[in-house]
Nanobody, 132 residues
Framework: QVQLVESGGGLVQPGGSLRLSCAAS????????MGWYRQAPGKQRELVAA???????NYADSLEGRLTIARDFAENTVYLQMISLKLEDAAVYYC??????????????????????????WGKGTLVTVSS
């Protein structure tokens, strides 16, 4: 069972910065895409940023310019750098990894193929509080 563990959340003042981390229990090379979502109280969970297996990055339109998503294959970790934080950025930030059925990928052990169904894996989230 893949586990995703987020960290890096906390209290920050408006205008401040944070870097969130999402550490995976398995090689992130296996995932077709990984992303960060957030959910504020009373609101739906929304996509913040995503990165595909090929390295294509996508950002929520309203947040582009303030976010950078990056990954480290050696550490099996995806990062989200956030700058110029605003009060409305306060939320629980979740990491998600997606794998399509039949995906094959290379690890240090060689070529492997995923034989299960399309699947999403979620972390438990990290809380970001923006307050002066």
């Amino acid at each position: 069972q893949v586990q995703l563990v987020e960290s890096g959340g906390g209290l920050v003042q408006p205008g401040g910065s944070l870097r969130l981390s999402c550490a995976a229990s398995e090689s992130i090379r296996r995932f077709n895409d990984m992303g960060w979502y957030r959910q504020a109280p009373g609101k739906q969970r929304e996509l913040v940023a995503a990165i595909s297996s090929g390295g294509t990055k996508n950002y929520a339109d309203s947040l582009e310019g303030r976010l950078t998503i990056a990954r480290d294959f050696a550490e099996n970790t995806v990062y989200l750098q956030m700058i110029s934080l605003k009060l409305e950025d306060a939320a629980v930030y979740y990491c998600k990894a997606h794998i399509n059925a039949g995906t094959c990928y290379f690890t240090d052990s060689g070529r492997e193929c995923y034989t299960g169904p399309d699947r999403d894996y979620w972390g438990k989230g990290t809380l970001v509080t923006v307050s002066s």
